[in-house]
């Protein structure tokens, strides 16, 4: 190194970024303290040896698991998972690969997480589904020095025979709920109608002017038959007169 300087001095210093750390092995040996960064710090060519760390979060993409869910249905889920080094020494020293580890650790999390789930609650609750999966990860991934910040379940494939029977499923259900809506309607209509003629009943210039308004209707329509009620005093002498007799 004296003797090649000025030279050597351009492999005496290494830079690290912001979002980086440097781990520094001297013969073999982890130096003591914690990883280098940011900025310049001094190495000895040749004695030395670097790993450079990213701290940035990483997305990782689980490939699509055919799993089978608790009630025997397979599906196939693939998932996002995010996460960061959080003690670059741990990931260097205790893992060769972070990376591809947290990878498939996440792929067998995956299968085995799902696996006790039904497929109702894989559909509707993949919040929860998602949390169980970061807090099983990020305890197995802690001794690595790597946090896993969120877990996302990106995609869930039906067989296209339950897709199709879920569909018929939901249109039964779908008609089901029409009919008793129209039956609760019918109903209502019927006490209403049934109150109405109770008022109407109990006054005979109330059922006239209900005639009338029946004779204005009719009227409106342009009909070119015209029907005009009998005035209820008439009916009623025509009626009174044949049960006398």
Known sequence: MFITLP???LFCFSL????QRAVIFRLGRLRSGEARGPGIFFILPCIDEI????LRTVTCMVDPQEILTKDS?????????????ENPMFAVIRVS?????????AASTLRN????????????DRESVAKVMQDILDEATNVWGIMVERVEIKDVRLPHQLQRAMAAEAEAAREARAKIIAAEGEKKSAHALKEASDVISKSSAALQLRYLQTLNSIASEHNSTIIFPIPMEMMRGIF???SQK
């Open 97 to 105: 690969n972070y990376l591809k580890s947290t990878q498939l650790l």
């Open 240 to 242: 009174g007169s044949g």
């Open 73 to 85: 249905v397979t599906v196939s889920v693939d998932a996002v998972v995010y996460h960061r080094v």
């Open 51 to 54: 790993r450079i760390i990213d």
């Open 7 to 9: 030279f050597s001095l």
């Open 113 to 124: 997480v799902l696996g006790t789930k039904e497929l109702s609650e894989l559909l509707s």
């Open 16 to 19: 690290v970024k912001e979002y």
